[in-house]
């Protein structure tokens, strides 16, 4: 007997333990639905963005310039280029420019320089002695017909024929002799048209001699003045680095930004950019420092579309100025702008996890366990504005209940 009511006894313990651990398990149940509520006060509606960090200003720091004019007419590769972020002083070395294909220039102009100088000494020789033989005959000519000139007058004494052989040769002495100075005229006006010619040919190869060699001292890069170096961008967006390629029209290295002033480069979605203008206040945060934040004032935003490289959605390019200085910004950080886009006063306002919807109505649930419709407003990322259907303070569930579908939905009443 004693037995038996010790088994009965076990057993009620048992039923009283599981109908205990019931008993808990609803509870617990019931503890696992996270709540939440009604929120009063200002609705800040906002648009969160991505950008990167630059200066509004720089001043840029040029390859070899004059490339075109010296015939170099591709791209010329960057053989050595300072760390980016290295603060630099006037006169100091930013980048040093492949000289091959100028060296060969200088080589080849050189060449023809040296070959033109032989012309030139070889022409100004052969015109010298050409004037000078020209000058002896002329003088030899002029004593022959100072010869003829004196037989002529001897001759008075002589017969008549022999007077009249004597002016015949006189005279074609003399036009020989003036024949001859014209002549030495056109010679010399020839020999200085030649040389000048051959002056001009070899000062103009000088001048493109002395071009080059201007224009290969430029092929090492200095700073103009004392900056922090930020590297220029190709057309990709991919910053320059030693063995990137620069163009004859567009030798830009290197700039020094003032960081006095920063802006935040980025770019909104087409389906938000319509809530953005200029003049809309700006919350900035860093990623390299969380702990910092800062404030700034959308400055421009584009008109037209563009689609960035690797996407094929339409973004426009929005410009945000920041409003402080901080020394620890530097540009191409990376940084989080929210754009406040709409603030309202006194409204009320829950997560977006708690509204539901149902075809075109939508509802939330109350801890009571009422499914209550609401009119909604604005939301922003994280919440939305009830404009009807719920009281300040009211508990909403933040999950849809087990038994929801069997809850019918309290709409609001028509007025």
């Known amino acids: 007997m004693k037995k038996f009511r010790f088994i ?9 333990v599981l109908i205990l651990t019931n008993i808990f ?47 170099i007419w591709a791209d010329i590769k960057i053989d050595w280029l300072i760390a980016e972020g290295t603060i630099v002083d006037s006169g100091d070395v930013v980048a040093r420019i492949d000289k091959t294909v100028i060296n060969n220039k200088i080589s080849d102009v050189n060449s023809e320089l040296e070959k033109m100088e032989s012309n030139f000494i070889k022409t100004k020789l052969d015109t010298t002695l ?31 024929a022999t007077q009249r052989q004597a002016k015949i040769e006189m005279e074609k002495a003399q036009r020989n002799y003036k024949q001859a100075i014209e002549n030495y005229k056109l010679k010399e006006q020839k020999a200085n048209a030649n040389m000048m010619e051959v002056t001009a040919s070899f000062n103009q190869l000088k001048l493109k001699f002395d071009r080059l060699m201007m224009v290969q001292n430029e092929f090492i890069v200095r700073a103009p003045k ?38 935040s480069r980025t770019y909104v979605n087409e389906i938000d950019v319509s809530k953005v203008n200029e003049g809309l206040e700006v919350e900035i945060n860093i990623d390299a420092f969380p702990d910092k934040s800062f404030t ?14 690797g996407s094929e959605a339409k973004v426009y390019e929005v410009l945000i ?26 409204v009320m306002f829950v997560p977006l996890d708690c509204v539901f919807s149902n075809d075109s109505v939508s509802y939330v649930f109350t801890k009571r366990g009422k499914k209550q419709q609401v009119i909604t407003g604005k939301s922003n990322e994280n919440e939305i504005i009830v404009l009807k259907g719920l009281e300040q303070d009211d508990e909403l569930l933040l999950t849809v209940p087990e038994n929801a579908d069997d809850i019918e939905i309290n709409m609001i009443e028509s007025k």
Request: no cysteine; charged share 25%; glycine share 6%.
């Open 321 to 346: 100025m920041l409003n402080e200085y901080d020394s620890i910004l530097r540009p191409a950080m990376t940084t989080k702008n929210k754009i406040i886009t709409n603030i309202t006063d006194s």
């Open 296 to 309: 700034g004032k959308i400055t421009s935003v584009a008109n037209m579309g563009e689609q960035l490289q």
């Open 25 to 71: 398990l609803k509870n617990s149940d019931n503890t696992k639905q996270i709540t939440t509520k009604v929120k009063y006060g200002e609705f800040i509606v906002d648009v969160t963005i991505t950008g990167e960090l630059e200066a509004k200003s720089s001043e840029d720091i040029y390859g070899p310039r004059g490339l075109n004019s010296v015939g």
């Open 130 to 160: 050409e004037l000078r033989n020209a000058r002896e005959e002329l003088v030899n000519l002029r004593y022959s017909f100072e010869e003829k000139q004196i037989t002529h007058e001897q001759s008075k004494y002589e017969p008549p």
């Open 226 to 263: 004392h900056g922090m170096i930020e590297y220029r961008k190709t057309w990709s967006g991919k910053k320059f680095t030693a063995g990137s390629m620069i163009s004859p029209w567009n030798n830009i290295v290197a700039k020094l930004p003032d960081l006095s002033k920063m802006v």
């Open 8 to 16: 009965f006894y076990i057993i009620g313990i048992i039923i009283v």
